[in-house]
Structures are given as C-alpha cells and as structure tokens.
C-alpha cells in the first residue's frame, strides 16, 4: 500500500515536469523558489540557461528570489554563456529538471501538482488585488491572517493560495518586503529594509501633500501652466519633461486622476490639467470634473477654493487632512511589518489577527 502511494506521488510529479518544463517555476511558492535557485546543488550555470530560454514571467521569479551573491554569479554565467556556444541548453535543463523531483522526493521542495496549476491559471484574473494602501484595514487584516494560517500549516494547498496572494501584490511596499521574509537568514536584515522603505515611502507622501496643497493655492489664483510648471519644478528639480511637453500631453488629457502612486510624469500632469481648465474655464469647470472624488485630498481642496473658503481656513483644514493621510500610512506599513514577523516567527493565526486588529482603534 505504502509503495503505490509513493508511485502515486511518484507520477503527479513527472506529470508536471513533463507538462510544463521550467515554466513550473511560476506556479511554486516563494520559499521554494529561494530554496531551488540559492541551493549548491543547482549552477549558476544551470540558473542562466533557464532564464535564457525562460518566459519573462519565468525570468521575474527567478530574479526576485536570488541573493546578491548568486545574482552576480548568475551574471557571469549569462556573460559565458554568450561566449560559449558549446553548452547544450537542452540537456541542462532537463538536469534541472531531474534535480527538482530529486529534491521534491527528498523532501527539500513541494512541488504543486497539475490539478492546483490548473486551479491557479483558471482563477488567476479572479484574485482580488491586495493594494496596502487602498484596500480597507479590515480586508487587510482578512488577508494576511489567512496567508498567515496558510504559511503555518503549510500544504500542497495552502501553496497555491500563497502564489495567489503573492502574484495579487500591486504595491511596491508589499512586493518588496514580503519576499524578504523567505529571503533573509536575519529578522534584522528585513527591518532593516523596512526602515528604508518607510522612509521613502513616507518622504514621498509628504512631498505630493506639499505639490498638492501648492498647486491648489496656485489655481485659487487662476495662474497659468507655465507659471504652475515652473513652481512645480521649484519643489521638485528632478522632472524629467519639459514645458512644451507638458503642454502638448495636458490637451490629450481625459479628466486624470490624482493619486499618490502613479508615476511623477502623471502627476504632473494632472495638476497641471486644473491648472489649465481653471485659467481657460475659471474655477467653477473644475466642479464637474471632481465630482465623486470629494474623498482624495486634492479634490477636498478645491472643493473648498471653488466654494470661496479663505484660503488660509483651506490650509488648516488640508493640514489637519494630510497629518491624518501620514498617520494612515504609517498604520498600514506597520501591520504590514507586523504580519512579516508572524509569517518569519510561524505566530499562531490568532495571535496575528489580535496584533492586527489592534491597528483598528487607531
């Protein structure tokens, strides 16, 4: 009975080496792929030939788990490999290959079985996006919980919903720090990172804030693009467009949205479209285009500019809304990091949904 089990095991494993190859490496887990690619028993060599006959999404994978000191060794690889035309791709990976069943048979790995590749790929599109900073604190709390109970109790199941919550990261904090924790040998080591996103998570808030709050006052006084541009530019010198660019990019603009994560060059730009409308159309155009949008900052803002409030009584009450924005964020990237100790400490799930949830009163 034991031995056709095995056989059983035995078999779903060269199915799915037969039926995906090296691209199974985007259907397994994090730890996993850190315990594959930073292992000894697999080459440098071996990791350049996959990622060059890999998909991109393959290549992703495989780039986000190596340490840096693999990484270069990774790089030399890729630099022989172009000089050496001699090295039989085919033949390597199919070594890979066998190395992964010897170290699933061992053990070392879980390799996911074809049924939850199946599972993954049909509700892929299906998996709600996990944005720390959009989606509401108790949603956050409901999932990380559930990735935490997931990763204690781990299985063959459990790793599937792990790659899902995984490929559903959309923020940057996320994606940068959650890894770590299947990377790093030292819980230091991820603080340490996290002090650093923070800081630069926090100083980038804080200067959209600013941009915002200026360039509102700046409309109230119907001033023109390139004036507004040129205040812009004062506060942050790194723009990399120009005035004749801006102008030509604002005019194809279709009611933008201000927000604190889309890239600077759209940020700009946003502005500097009420900037535009509000010194053609005067201030009572831009009402209509921020209508359901009262809850951002920016929109609150103008809301107020629009109704006549002094502009002073707008600064303290934009001032009083940024603080609580600041202490929003910084609540977030905590129960983030927080849930990064439960999944490297293996906390009881329970534990971890009292320690988040505590984030609620705040």
């Known amino acids: 009975m034991s031995n ?22 985007k259907f397994m887990s994090i730890h996993c792929l850190c315990s594959i690619f930073n292992s000894p028993r697999v080459s440098p060599i071996h990791i350049a030939l996959i990622i060059n006959n890999a998909s991109k999404e393959v290549q992703n994978c495989i780039n986000d788990v190596l340490i840096d000191v693999r990484r270069v060794a ?14 039989n791709s085919d033949v390597v990976i199919k070594q890979f290959l066998n190395n992964l ?40 709390i409901r999932r990380l919980v559930e990735i935490t ?34 990377q790093s040998e030292s819980w230091d080591i991820i603080l340490d990172a996290y002090k650093q996103e923070l800081n630069k998570i926090l100083k980038h808030y804080r200067m959209r804030l600013k941009i915002m709050f200026e360039t509102i006052v700046n409309i109230s006084k119907l ?51 009420f900037t535009d409308i509000a010194k053609n159309n005067g201030l009572l155009s831009c009402e209509k285009l921020l209508q359901n949008r009262e809850s951002s900052y920016f929109s609150k803002g103008m809301m107020m500019v629009i109704d006549g409030i002094d502009i002073e009584d707008v600064r303290c ?7 609580n924005i600041m202490i929003d ?3 977030r990237m905590r129960m983030l990091i927080k849930f ?22 705040f």
């Open 317 to 323: 009450v934009l001032k009083n809304y940024g603080h």
């Open 149 to 182: 109970r997931h990763v204690r109790y781990c299985d063959t199941n459990n790793i599937f919903e792990i790659n899902v919550f995984f490929n559903s990261l959309k923020d940057d904090f996320s994606r940068k720090i959650i890894p770590l924790v299947f």
């Open 329 to 331: 964020i910084r609540i």
């Open 223 to 273: 001033v023109n693009v390139e004036s507004m541009f040129q205040i812009i530019k004062e506060m942050q010198p790194k723009i990399s467009i120009d005035i004749k660019t801006v102008i030509d990019k604002i005019k194809e603009l279709t009611i933008p949205m201000i927000d604190f994560n889309v890239s600077d060059e759209d940020f700009i730009l946003s502005l500097l479209y």
């Open 101 to 140: 069943r010897d170290m699933s048979a061992c053990g070392s790995i879980i390799l996911p079985e074809v049924d939850y590749i199946t599972k993954y790929i049909q509700n892929k599109e299906e998996s709600i996006d996990f944005d720390l900073f959009k989606l509401p604190k108790p949603a956050i």
């Open 4 to 25: 056709r089990k095995n056989m059983s095991e035995e078999q779903k494993e060269l199915d799915v080496i037969s039926k995906y190859g090296i691209e199974i490496i």
């Open 74 to 87: 990774v790089k030399k690889a890729i630099n022989h490999l172009q000089q050496n035309e001699q090295i």
């Open 340 to 361: 990064c100790e439960a999944l490297y400490k293996l906390h009881n799930p329970r534990l971890t949904e009292r320690i988040l949830s505590s984030f609620l009163y």
